[in-house]
């Protein structure tokens, strides 16, 4: 079966880093574009970044551009998101997923369903910025 665990995350002060890892098993994940996605309390999942299926191209959010790196290991099957510069409106659950659409396309995924947006993801690890 299919399995995205994420892991890594934690609180953290403003300025301070994370980095998020998700293990992936069950499909070929070399062949998939693979992003990470965020979901803030009351609020829908927000495409966070990108990358495709052999970590050449990443694609970000303007909201984390300069301050987060997707990075992939295909012979881990794992995936990463390093988080620098963090700050407060960075609180939310973040999910590794394979998207429905190419890695490239992820920006118009605006409004758009967790359902819509990916075809796998995880139950996600829990980000808290605080000082």
């Known amino acids: 079966e299919v399995q995205l665990v994420e892991f890594g995350g934690g609180l953290v002060q403003p300025g301070g880093s994370l980095r998020l890892s998700c293990a992936a098993s069950?499909?070929?994940?070399?062949?998939?574009?693979m992003s990470w996605v965020r979901q803030a309390p009351e609020k829908g999942p927000e495409w966070v970044a990108a990358?495709?299926?052999?970590?050449?191209?990443?694609y970000y959010s303007d909201s984390v551009k300069g301050r987060f790196t997707i990075s992939r290991d295909n012979a881990k099957n794992t995936l990463y998101l390093q988080m620098n510069s963090l700050k407060p409106e960075d609180r939310a659950v973040y999910y590794c997923?394979?998207?429905?659409?190419?890695?490239?396309?992820?920006?118009?995924?605006?409004?758009?369903?967790?359902?819509?947006?990916?075809?796998?993801w995880g139950q996600g690890t829990q980000v808290t910025v605080s000082s």
């Open positions: 990358i495709d299926s052999t970590g050449g191209s990443t």
């Open positions: 069950g499909f070929t994940f070399g062949s998939r574009d």
């Open positions: 997923a394979a998207p429905a659409v190419p890695a490239n396309l992820m920006a118009s995924t605006t409004g758009w369903r967790m359902q819509e947006m990916n075809d796998y």
